[in-house]
């Protein structure tokens, strides 16, 4: 376990819940860290920073930077689990540090036990109005949300007064909503309001107009607490440049991509879990953990298929080393030493780098394009002489259209007679030679169909299959063929109504331009 602080003690354990008081809230969480923390099996480097990593998935070499010493690791697997960093908002609400506003953590920590006098530390009398504010300059989230009603649970119970300002109460999570209740079971009052409340340059006011009594309410509390902005780790981006992952817009360890969820990277073996990855409560957190055991599981499996399976080739005698397919390969897989090398283990045959190689010097055993060119040209060489619909041949992704194709068969939609469906690794794999030889043995028309923008399990897929698409159809043109013949579209696996949409009106498409010229 690498941990980036200096503090062994393990103080701010589960840094995923900002302050120290707030894991005191999670007995489990401390109790299954301190039984990890005696076991010999397990090394710690507090104060270490990762800087290098080398190898694929059972045999990471990484390098760690300490104060005093460089340290080089070889691991089966990497998890990471940086924790959410949280702003103070003060600024936002128009308010000073040095007045009678605090921040959430800062709160937490007054009324952590172990600081013994929760009331000298607060330094209030009991009967003292005490105002949380949330929602207001930031979207809420469950974690604060829970993080919020704990604090009022122990401030109603210290008899003081309490009120929540809050926009929207977010309770979509275990126990928050029986939490909330017993808040106000307990005396605080909850104000929802669509606009900000008024608060005075001293902090001493606060008011807001009452929908209900349709009159303005006034409060003077002695203490203003202001939520806080919960930032991804600044460490995220170094660690993504480090591992070469990809890390999404937000600055968290995981791209926005259904195909990532829940705990994977766009390489095996690397994993994001808890506030590496999203704002995640403790309950989302251990079931991150879980995820993680049976992803690294299951991603350890396919490293022992990898070993006894077929190998992506790089024809040496072809390969002019221009790096196209280590500048695009979404999975890592490609490393260079004197020209390109691909990685068995982390390549997931998705086809890209062969279907952009320039010079055709990639092959892949698992995508048998041979194979697929001559079944698809049988089938069109069968039906040639009685086919009285267009002849029309999808391409469908594995990972989205082609469930959907399969399911609009099983559920008897209307479909084109003369549709084939041909399963794909990825939309981006399909190459020209595919397209042109089905085309020349008689297809009317052509379907590509991936994943949505921003769902390609190999990222970029869908957009270098538009690219090809768009290629090709310039191509078409030049020698008398319409570019509509071909026509790319992207769809999710369950969308079975949409696949036969589309299929339906490539053939209505086909009958207008007629029969292609070359069957």
Not at 216 to 234: D, F, N
Not at 416 to 426: D, F, M, N, R
Not at 432 to 444: F, P, V, Y
Not at 497 to 517: K, Q
Request: aromatic share 6%.
């Amino acid at each position: 376990m690498i941990e980036e602080n200096d503090d062994p003690d393990g103080h701010g354990v589960g840094p995923e819940f900002p302050g120290p008081a707030w894991s005191v809230r999670n007995e489990a969480l401390r109790d299954a860290y301190s039984r990890i923390r005696e076991r010999e099996d397990i090394r710690f480097l507090f104060g270490a920073k990762l800087t290098g990593c080398q190898g694929s998935i059972g045999s990471f070499r990484l390098c760690l930077e300490t104060r005093d010493e460089v340290i080089e690791e070889t691991v089966g697997a990497v998890v990471l689990a940086t924790e959410t960093e949280a702003v103070p908002l003060f600024e936002s609400y128009g308010l000073s540090e040095a007045g009678n506003a605090e921040t959430l953590s800062r709160l937490e920590n007054m009324l952590d036990p172990k600081t013994g006098d929760k009331e000298a530390a607060l330094s209030l009398t009991r009967g003292d109005q005490i105002a949380l504010l949330s929602g207001f300059a930031r979207e809420g989230d469950p974690l604060s949300q829970r993080r919020i009603l704990n604090c009022l649970h122990d401030l109603d119970e210290m008899g003081y007064r309490t009120y929540v300002y809050t926009r929207n109460l977010k309770v979509a999570d275990d126990g928050l909503e029986e939490l909330a209740k017993e808040d106000r079971q307990l005396g605080t009052v909850f104000f929802k309001l669509e606009e900000w409340p008024k608060i005075s340059a001293d902090g001493r006011q606060i008011s807001h107009l009452d929908p209900v009594l349709e009159c303005e309410v006034q409060l003077e509390p002695k203490l203003i607490v202001l939520e806080e902005e919960l930032l991804p780790a600044t460490a995220n981006q170094r660690l993504a440049r480090t591992l070469n992952i990809a890390s999404g817009e937000d600055g968290f360890l995981q791209e926005e991509n259904i195909h990532r969820l829940p705990v994977h990277t766009n390489r095996r073996g690397i994993f994001a879990v808890g506030s590496a990855r999203d704002i995640m409560t403790p309950e989302q957190i251990r079931n991150d953990a879980a995820h993680a055991a049976i992803a690294l599981k299951d991603d350890f499996q396919a490293l022992q298929n990898s070993l006894f399976g077929s190998r992506t080739f790089i024809d040496e005698d072809k390969c002019c080393a221009c790096l196209t397919c280590y500048r695009l390969c979404p999975h890592g897989a490609i490393t260079v030493e004197d020209k390109p090398v691909i990685s068995m283990l982390d390549c997931q045959a998705c086809g890209l780098c062969a279907s952009q190689c320039p010079q055709g010097a990639i092959s892949i055993p698992d995508i048998p394009w041979q194979e697929t060119k001559q079944s698809v040209a049988e089938s069109l060489r069968e039906g040639k002489e009685t086919a009285r619909s267009p002849r029309i041949i999808a391409y469908c992704c594995r990972n989205s259209a082609y469930d959907a194709g399969m399911a609009a068969q099983a559920f008897n939609r209307d479909l084109p007679s003369g549709l084939e469906i041909v399963e794909i690794p990825c939309a981006g794999s399909i190459n020209h030679d595919l397209i042109l030889s089905s085309l020349n043995e008689g297809a009317d028309g052509l379907l590509i169909l991936g994943c949505h923008f921003g769902a390609c399990k190999s990222s970029q897929g869908n957009t270098y299959a538009q690219h090809a698409s768009s290629r090709l159809g310039s191509i078409l043109e030049e020698v008398g063929l319409s570019q509509e013949r071909v026509r790319f579209r992207t769809l999710a696996d369950n969308m079975d109504l949409e696949f036969a949409r589309y299929t339906r009106e490539m053939e209505e498409n086909l009958h207008r331009l007629g029969r292609n010229p070359l069957a």
